[in-house]
């Protein structure tokens, strides 16, 4: 009896009043609990399709570098986020399992120290943009969950843009010069640049350097005969600069 | 004859590669500040700026929203050709509207800190830039002292400098 007592305290002490811990602490070290939820059909990012199911509640085995990706995944609203009128909104299990299982994928190169954190709003000002990018924070909105969107694509290139705010300055010139970029003017709201003629991956990337960049480093890491073709130099850029272990699947605990 | 000059070549080769890094390590790249700082927006002419800069490597009509900053962009690229080093765009009536230079890593000018302090003691007001593209915020710093009429765009994580631009300074 005075055992039972002192297994409830050491419960009730480590999870406070978080009834859900319980059951997260008996799925043991490596695994975490899923509560019961209804996904849709959808392709992971192996290629594997799901049908349409309820989910019962289980303890998952944790995807890779789960310790690092899942403190990250906040209910909330990114300090300073300068877009007003986007709404948050809380992550469903469905979302966040499918999240976690995107970001396991990653290569170690994109596991930024300096990023807060992933939070959920419901729209974008720009809809139907799946994912937006500030210094050190990514949102997802509705859209990055369609059935037809890649949630693996969508945070490659969000986690781009987070590397790309903490390149060195001789990487940002190295880039820019490899990426054919000439400036111009600096001194309007928006840069004035020139390209020298070279083709785009994604046709937004003309805005401006860090949006080429995300795209690239999108395409190098999803689709890199595309971006071989488009734009070979940036491909070799991006080679040489992250090495052969820049893949997605690549793994491993890395943190920059 | 060939054959007596042999050691001489072989010296010379070895020399060589310590020459080359001695070349690079002082080697100044072309059009500094310094030089391109002394085009006055608002005052100096097409004439005045090839006699300072010589002539462009590029001269590129600007079109549409770009029309804000005026008609017309020199060039003047790096000693590699692969950058711009400076821009001088002028307005309709061919006098210098805007100054721009953009530094490149091995310029102490590049290093935020310094090249305020170049500019002391002159006050700065620090900004960003608007949120204009769908997916991410700029990651830019804006420093800018209109007095002087002085716009220095700097990375945030790192303080390096990307460009330094002037303009006519705002009467007060």
């Given amino acids: 009896m005075q055992k039972t007592l002192l297994v409830f305290a050491s419960i009730f002490l480590l999870c406070g009043s978080n009834a859900k811990c319980e059951i997260t602490h008996q799925c043991g070290v490596g695994k975490h609990y899923v509560k019961s939820h209804f996904r849709k059909a959808y392709t992971r990012s192996d290629g594997v399709h799901f049908k349409a199911t309820t989910v019962k509640e289980h303890c998952a085995d944790n995807p890779k570098n789960y310790d690092f990706w899942n403190p990250k995944l906040k209910n909330g609203r990114p300090d300073g986020w300068a877009r007003k009128t986007e709404k948050s909104k809380h992550w469903s299990t469905e979302e966040r399992e499918k999240t976690l299982e995107a970001l396991s994928k990653m290569p170690p190169a994109l596991m930024s120290a300096k990023l807060r954190e992933i939070d959920r709003m419901i729209r974008s000002q720009d809809f139907p943009n799946p994912a937006s990018s500030d210094n050190g924070d990514i949102v997802l909105y509705d859209t990055a969950f369609e059935k037809d969107k890649s949630l693996t694509q969508i945070l490659s290139h969000e986690l781009a843009h987070q590397y790309y705010k903490n390149l060195s300055g001789k990487d940002f010139e190295s880039y820019r010069k490899a990426a054919d970029w000439f400036n111009i003017s600096n001194l309007g709201t928006k840069p004035v640049y020139r390209t020298a003629g070279r083709m785009f991956v994604a046709k937004d990337g003309v805005n401006s350097i860090e949006e080429d960049f995300a795209n690239n480093i999108e395409y190098f890491l999803n689709q890199p005969k595309e971006l071989k073709k488009s734009t070979p130099k940036v491909y070799d850029w991006i080679s040489n600069h992250f090495g052969d272990k820049f893949k997605l699947g690549a793994g491993g605990a890395h943190v920059r | ?172």
């Fill in chain 2, 1 to 172: 004859m060939f054959a007596k000059n042999i050691p001489f070549l072989t010296l010379l080769i070895m020399l060589c590669p310590s020459c080359s890094s001695l070349s690079a390590k002082n080697h100044v790249s072309s059009y500094p500040l310094s030089l391109v700082e002394t085009i006055k927006p608002g005052t100096t002419t097409k004439e005045e700026v090839i006699a300072t800069l010589k002539k462009p490597d590029q001269i590129i009509p600007l079109t549409g929203k770009e029309l804000v900053h005026g008609n017309e962009a020199w060039l003047y690229l790096n000693d590699e050709k692969d950058s711009t080093r400076a821009s001088i765009i002028f307005d309709k009536k061919s006098i210098v509207s805007e100054v721009n230079w953009f530094p490149e890593s091995q310029d102490e000018e590049s290093d935020l800190q310094r090249l305020l302090s170049h500019y002391s003691p002159a006050k700065f007001v620090k900004s960003t830039i608007p949120w204009t593209t769908q997916h991410s915020s700029p990651s830019e710093h804006v420093y800018s002292n209109e007095t002087l009429g002085i716009k220095i765009v700097s990375m945030p994580n790192n303080d390096f400098v990307e460009s330094i631009g002037f303009e006519k300074p705002k009467s007060h």
